[in-house]
């Protein structure tokens, strides 16, 4: 099997699994956690825009559970692809959707999704440093394959598209967003534990990490 053919298969067997968009890439700087896979498969999925309606000024019990099960479908496909594409004699290593590596790095996967995701032409990170992708903006989720599978995007990467709106630095409660652009691969522009310690310091009672989901609602790029 030549390589278009793998690239459609994989796609298939994502998109049969409930992946939204699927994206290949090569990566300038592979993951120290896996320094000899050096492409990248991004899959997002879709969130449910009924969910994201519930959300006012504050996060809701709808979209944390809706955040958690759409992580645990991106971990499963990434499961399956990665030992698709072992069956055919490469290495792949799902990251999962919702990481954190300890002590030492409480906010930070093996690698960034969103910057797989970027490098893979599917959209580009915006001021809130979310992933937004040209189809559904930032009403995705995302997660990553780490593999030596030398399939490369056939997709530019993106320019941030933000423009002068800063609606989501405004929006933010915890003041987490600081409403810069972030660099070409979207690393990180916002505080990211200003964001985690509002949820944990105020919904206790809905869950904790970094899910309040406002800088998503108000996002114009999301018809919401
Ligand atoms: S999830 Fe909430 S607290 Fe975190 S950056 Fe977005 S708006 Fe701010
Ligand atoms: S709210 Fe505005 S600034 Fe924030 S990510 Fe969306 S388009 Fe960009």
Redesign the pocket.
Known sequence: MNYKDIKIKLENLAKSLGASLVGFCKLDKPSKYAPSLNYGISIAVKLSDAVFKTIEDAPSFMYFQHYRTANALLDQIAFRLSQKIEELGFLAMPIAASQSLGKNSPYNGAIAHKTVAVLSGLGFV???G?F?SNEY??KVRLVTILTNLPIESDLPIIEN???D?????NACPAGA?F?EKPNALGERNIDAELCSNYMKSNFQDIGRGSVCGI?IK?????NL
């Open positions: 915006g001021k809130s979310l937004l903006g930032s598209g933000c423009g709106c800063e609606i989501c630095k967003i409403g800088c108000v996002c114009p790029k999301n």
